[in-house]
C-alpha cells in the first residue's frame, strides 16, 4: 500500500492521486446487471474492468469492500391482451412471476462471471431487497423540498436541485441545454420538466412487481437503488464508484443529486467509467444483428463469430486494452488475443524449468517496477500485458541458453509473472491442466516426509504414511534407487 | 402426468394420492439454508431430497415452481466489548458487515450444491428481501387479535389461536403437555407463554441488522419469513412445502399459525419432511468432533474421514436411502456407495457399445415399470436404484454373451437408464475423474499430518508441508471451519 495510484477520476476529468478515505479500508461500488437477458460483451467489460480494480487493490493490502448490485425490479408486464379480470382469475401459479425470470438470468450470469474468473464481490445485493431503504429516501428527498408527488408517483426535482447544486457536474452537462434540448414526451406528461426523474412509481394494473409505499403501490425509479444501496453498506461518503460510460448520464448523475439531497455531501470521492464497445466498428444493437452474448461467444453459435473463443481469450482481449478507450471487437482481433494468451501462458510454463545461473543478464527487477507502474497509472493492464510479454522474450531466451538468471532473480520472476498472470489479470489455464504432474509433487512430499519420519525414528507417521496413501491406492515401494510409488493397478 | 404418484403427507401421517391443485402447475416451497456458515450433511440431504422431487416431477412433465429461501436475517452481533459509542465512531467500511458474511457463505453454499448438482431452484428469495411482506404479515396477525406488542416486539399469541384452531396438528404435540413441559426462560418474560414465537424482534444497540417498523427498529421472527416468501411466490393455499424433520416443530407448525391467520386457510396441501443423519451412530454436534462440511467430505481434510468422498459419492449415498429413514454416515457405507456407484455408471459405458440381437431374454419394459413404480411410491429412491442395477447385471450379460435385447428393447433401456441416471437421480460423471478424487485424498493425508504435527508441536514439519505444498502450487487455507485447499487459481 505504499505505491501510488493515480485513478482517472470522471468528476474532475484529471487523474488524481488515490488516496482512500479510510486506510486500509476502500469502499468500491459498480453498477451490476439487469436481469432480464444474457450477458453480452457490455456487460463483461464494467465487470473485467473492476475486478482488475478489486484485484489489484487487494494484492497491494488493501481490505476492499466491493459492491455489485442486481436490478432486479424489472419492468416486467402481464400480457396485455388478457385483461386485469382475467388474470385476477388465474392461480398465482399459473402468472408470470418476474421473480422466476431474475433468477433464472442471475444464475447465468453468475456463471458467465465464473468462466470469466471475475471474482464475486464482497456484497451482491438486489434492487428488491432494498424497498425500505428507497423509500426512506423518497420521504427525506420529499422533506428537503427536492421531489414532488403527482398522482401516486414521485418525481426529483432537478430544477429546484439545480438551484443548490450543480446537475449535471459529473456528465458536464448543462441545465440550460438540456431544458433546450428536449421536449416534453408524450406519457411524460406527470412531471415538471422532461429532464426531473422518477423517484417511485405507481404501478399501472399490468405492472407485477409492486410495493407499499406512502404514495402508492408501486415500485421505486432506477437510478435510487445504486445511491440506497451504496449507501447502506458503504457509507455517507465511499472511495470508487464504477460503472460504464452509458451509465454516467443520467443514471449517476441521479445518484449524486439524489445522495447530495439526503447526505449533504458528494457520494464518491473517485468516480471510474470504463468506455463502450462496438462490434466491428459498429455500435452493438439488437437491430443491427450484431448482438452477440457471451454464452455465444463462448460456443461459437452466432453468425457473426467465425469460432468459438473461450472466457479467458475474451477476458484478455478485454485487458489487452485500457478501461477508458474504445474497444472494437472483430474476430482477427479475438484470434490475435487467443495467440497472444497463448504465448503468455506457454512462457510461464518454461519459466518452471527453467534452472539458475551464476550471473543475471537481464534486468528482471526494472521490468517488474515497470509493470507496477503500469498498474499504478490507473490501471493500465496493455501495458503491464507488455511488460508481461517482455518476461516471455527474457524466459524464452534463457531456455535457448541467451542468457542467464541468478536464483534469487528467477524466483522473483516467478513470484511477479505469478502475481500478474494469477492474481491481478485473473488468467487460468483453461484445460483439465497438468494435474498428474502436481500429483508426482505431492506424493514426493509425502515420500519425503516419511523419510524425514524415520530419520527421526517416528515410525509411527512413516508407516501411517504408507498405510494412508495405501488405502487411496498409492504403493509405496522401497528399491535401490529411492522410493517409487504406483496408483495399483495403473503405471504413471 | 398419467402416473398415480403417493406422497407421504406429515399432517395425516398416511401417504395420499398426489393431487396438484391447479394441474400441470405445482408450487413446491423448501426451507433453505441459514448462510451464516458452511454446508454440511444436514445441508445436503434436504437439497438432495427435494431435488430429486423437483426433478421427477419435473420429468413427468409437471410444470413445478420451486422456491427455496435463503435465510440471512442472522443475529449476527456487533463485538459486545467494543460498547456502542466505539462502534458509532468506527467508519462504516471498518465495521462488520452482516451481508459480506452472507454473501461469503450464500456463495460457498451455492458452490457446494452445484457440485452435488443440485438443480437451482425457480425462485430463491432472500429473507432480508421480503421485509415488507413480513411486517405486513405481523399488521395482519395483530389485526385478527392473534399477536401481542410488548416494548417494540410483537409475538405470536399461540394460546388465543389454538382457541379457534389446533396448534400442533403438523407435529402432533399437544398444547397443554407443552405448557406442563416447558418453563419460562430468563430473557423470554416478554412472551405471555414459552410456547409464543417472536413476530418482530426490537433490536438491541448491538444487533446490526434492522429495519424500521410500526413497533420498532428491528428484524422479523425466523418462522415469519417462510409464510411471508410461500405466500408471495406460490399463493395463499400451495401443493407441497418440505424441510428437514428438524423444521417439523416449531417452524413448521408455526409457519401454519401464521398463515391461517392471516389468510384464512392451510397454507400447504402436502408437508413432506426428510429424516435426519447421525455420523457412526451419534448425532452431528461440533461439541463431538464429528461435525464435518461438505468441503472436508470434497477434501478428506477431517480427522474422522478416512479419505475424501467426491460429491457425486454423497448424492448417491443419500439417494440409497429412503428420505424418511435416517441415514447414518460411515467411511465403511460411503466406500460401499463409492463402489455402487462406479459400478452404475460403468454399466452405463458398457451399455452405449451393446449391439441388439434378434430376441430379448430379459423384460426390461418390466423392469423399467418397477423402477416407475419406486419413484410414484413417496419417491423411494433406493428401490429404484435397486432396479438400476438389476438393469447393470442385464447389461453385464449380455457383454458377455449371456443373453440379448431387441433393438427396440436395447433403445429403450438406454433411454431408462439415461433418464434415471441423469435427469432423475442427477448423477454425473465427475470431471477428472478418480485422478481428481484420488488427488484430494492424498492432500487430505498432508492435511492430516501437518495437524498431527502441530499437535505435537513439529511446527518445522507443518511448515514444511504448507510451504512444499505451496511451491506445487497447492495453496492451503486455515479457514473458520478447518483446513481447505485449492489449485492455486484454479477453484475446486
Wanted: net charge negative.
Amino acid at each position: 500500500m505504499q505505491r501510488e495510484i493515480q485513478i482517472y477520476n470522471t468528476l474532475s476529468r484529471t487523474k488524481e492521486r488515490f488516496e482512500p478515505l479510510n486506510p486500509p479500508f476502500v469502499g468500491l461500488y459498480v453498477c451490476g446487471p439487469t436481469v432480464y437477458g444474457d450477458a453480452h460483451l457490455g456487460h463483461a467489460r464494467p465487470a473485467i474492468t473492476f475486478d482488475l480494480v478489486f484485484r489489484y487493490l487487494s494484492h497491494l493490502g488493501y481490505k476492499v469492500r466491493y459492491v455489485r448490485n442486481i436490478t432486479d425490479v424489472g419492468h416486467l408486464e402481464n400480457d396485455a391482451d388478457e385483461g386485469e379480470d382475467k388474470i385476477a382469475r388465474k392461480a398465482r401459479l399459473e402468472q408470470l412471476e418476474p421473480m422466476e425470470v431474475v433468477q433464472y438470468f442471475t444464475d447465468r450470469y453468475h456463471l458467465n462471471m465464473a468462466q470469466l474468473n471475475v471474482k464475486s464481490p464482497s456484497i451482491e445485493p438486489r434492487a428488491s431487497g432494498h424497498i425500505i431503504e428507497q423509500i426512506e429516501m423518497v420521504r427525506e428527498i420529499l422533506k428537503a423540498g427536492m421531489g414532488y408527488e403527482v398522482n401516486g408517483s414521485v418525481y426529483f426535482d432537478v430544477e429546484a436541485y439545480n438551484r443548490g447544486h450543480r446537475y449535471g457536474k459529473l456528465s458536464g452537462r448543462v441545465l440550460d441545454d438540456l431544458l433546450a434540448n428536449t421536449r416534453a414526451l408524450e406519457g411524460q406528461d406527470e412531471k415538471r420538466n422532461p429532464f426531473d426523474f422518477a423517484l417511485w412509481k405507481k404501478a399501472q394494473p399490468e405492472h407485477i412487481m409492486r410495493w407499499p409505499s406512502p404514495w402508492s403501490e408501486g415500485f421505486p425509479g432506477w437510478h435510487l437503488e445504486c445511491s440506497a444501496m451504496s449507501n447502506r453498506y458503504l457509507g455517507d461518503l465511499f472511495d470508487i464508484h464504477g460503472g460504464g460510460m452509458d451509465l454516467l448520464f443520467p443514471h449517476h448523475e441521479a445518484e449524486i443529486a439524489q445522495s447530495c439531497t439526503v447526505h449533504g455531501k458528494d457520494p464518491v470521492k473517485y468516480w471510474m467509467h470504463n468506455n463502450m464497445i462496438t462490434i466491428e466498428g459498429q455500435k452493438m444493437g439488437k437491430s443491427l444483428g450484431n448482438f452477440i452474448t457471451l454464452n455465444e461467444f463462448f460456443n461459437g453459435a452466432h453468425v457473426r463469430l467465425e469460432k468459438a473463443f473461450s472466457p479467458m481469450t475474451i477476458r484478455f482481449f478485454i485487458l489487452q486494452a485500457h478501461y477508458r478507450s474504445t474497444l472494437d471487437f472483430s474476430n482477427e482481433a479475438l484470434m490475435a488475443a487467443e495467440k497472444g494468451l497463448e504465448r503468455l501462458m506457454a512462457g510461464r510454463k518454461v519459466l518452471e524449468q527453467l534452472k539458475p545461473g551464476s550471473e543475471s543478464t537481464f534486468d528482471v527487477a526494472g521490468l517488474q517496477a515497470k509493470c507496477y507502474a503500469a498498474m499504478d497509472d490507473d490501471f493500465n493492464s496493455p501495458i503491464a500485458i507488455a511488460h508481461l510479454f517482455d518476461a516471455v522474450r527474457i524466459i524464452n531466451s534463457i531456455k535457448d541458453g541467451k542468457g542467464s538468471l541468478t536464483a534469487t532473480d528467477l524466483h522473483g520472476l516467478r513470484e511477479w509473472v505469478e502475481s500478474f498472470v494469477v492474481d491481478i489479470l485473473g488468467l487460468k489455464e483453461e484445460v483439465g491442466g497438468s494435474e498428474s504432474s502436481l500429483m508426482s509433487d505431492v506424493v514426493g512430499l509425502l515420500i519425503r516426509l516419511r523419510a524425514e519420519a524415520k530419520a527421526r525414528k517416528d515410525f509411527q507417521t512413516a508407516d501411517e504414511i504408507r498405510d494412508e496413501l495405501g488405502k487411496v491406492g498409492i504403493v509405496l515401494k522401497d528399491t535401490r534407487d529411492g522410493v517409487e510409488w504406483q496408483i495399483s493397478g495403473k503405471d504413471i
